[in-house]
């Protein structure tokens, strides 16, 4: 079965500085996606940035940047300019791409993130 | 505003009753899901639904049942069978189960007394 590992439970970053979030999947497959998503306290889950496997070129959005290694099987996530408003927990997931019919998300347990002022 | 609502906020019963979270949607997705999280936990799925009437099991569905009798609707029971039904439960909603991206709802807290 697929899993997917957050090895930081808490990270802490200083305001506007750079922090990285790492995550590792398991996987036989050769067709997938990777999402990191945000759990801000209000516990609303938001999409933060989706990284498609077959495409080499890493997904931007923003601030926010990822770090995908397939062989690896490794997927971080880069969050500059670090701003109070990220504290929150992010969350790693992985999605099958069965060539049109997917199959089910997969998440880590997550990496509790806090921001120094 | 185009989005899920999950009601209530909190929610409190007493063991041995059954209780219904109730998920809508107005963004005309075809598939909805219903996650259980708890603490130190990520979400783990329990029920899933691609079109109305039709509903599939996830990964913990024991304990729980689901209903899709409109598109826009999605309601979780948690029977008095679920061992350990305090947690929080998101519903979300995809266009459609071949479309990667899931919208969430803001979740419903569910203690059990």
């Known amino acids: 079965a697929q899993t997917v590992t957050q090895s930081q439970p808490e990270m802490s970053v200083q305001e506007a500085e750079t922090v990285t979030l790492s995550c590792t999947y398991d996987?036989?497959?050769?067709?997938?996606?990777l999402f990191w998503y945000k759990q801000p306290p209000s516990r609303q889950m938001i999409l933060v940035i989706r990284?498609?496997?077959?495409?080499?070129q890493n997904a931007t959005e923003n601030r926010f940047s990822v770090n995908f290694q397939k062989a690896a099987k490794s997927f971080s996530l880069k969050i500059s300019d670090s701003q109070l408003g990220d504290a929150a927990m992010y969350f790693c997931?992985?999605?099958?791409?069965?060539?049109?019919?997917?199959?089910?998300?997969?998440f880590g347990k997550g990496t509790k993130l806090s921001v120094k002022p | 505003d185009g989005g899920i609502t999950q009601s209530p906020k909190y929610l409190f019963r007493k063991e041995g009753q059954n209780v219904t979270l109730s998920c809508e949607q107005n963004?005309?997705?075809?598939?909805m899901y219903w996650y259980r999280q708890d603490p130190g936990q990520g979400l783990r799925l329990i029920y899933y639904?691609?079109?109305?009437?039709?509903?599939q099991k996830g990964d913990i569905a024991e304990g729980y049942s689901v209903s899709r009798e409109k598109k826009e609707s999605f309601p979780l029971t948690v029977t008095s069978a679920q061992k350990n039904p305090t947690a929080f439960y998101l519903c979300?909603?995809?266009?459609?189960?071949?479309?990667?991206?899931?919208?969430f709802g803001p979740g419903t807290r569910l203690t059990v007394l």
């Open positions: 979300a909603s995809s266009l459609s189960h071949s479309y990667n991206e899931q919208f």
């Open positions: 996987t036989s497959e050769s067709d997938y996606y």
């Open positions: 990284q498609e496997a077959y495409k080499q």
């Open positions: 997931a992985y999605l099958e791409n069965y060539g049109g019919s997917q199959g089910n998300l997969i």
């Open positions: 963004l005309n997705h075809d598939a």
């Open positions: 639904s691609q079109i109305v009437n039709d509903f």
